[in-house]
């Protein structure tokens, strides 16, 4: 049943390709009928890369807070870093 609707949204987009006859007809007829169900796969895909890209930025951030005397500044620095820290991990957890 849901390669019967797969194969009627794939025969709507069809006519409104380019080429109906192109190398790579198809997939461009797939990408119209689907983009939508694409994005929801890239988007959550892309924001785990962000999350582990960020991954050491942040620990040169705390090993440079860790260097520096505490004072009111730096301990509000801390407390963002954690909360980056709980954040960031918690993206990669659900991801």
Known sequence: MLGH??????????PSTALPEGRFSL????????????????FP??????????QPFLITSVLNLLGKPENDRTRNEGYGLIAATGL????IAVG
């Open 5 to 14: 609707i797969c194969s009627l949204h794939i025969a709507n987009i069809w």
């Open 27 to 42: 997939v461009h007829a797939a990408w119209k009928a689907y983009r939508k169900q694409f994005a929801y796969c890239v």
């Open 45 to 54: 895909r892309l924001c785990l890369i962000a999350l582990i890209f960020t």
């Open 88 to 91: 960031i991990y918690l993206g």
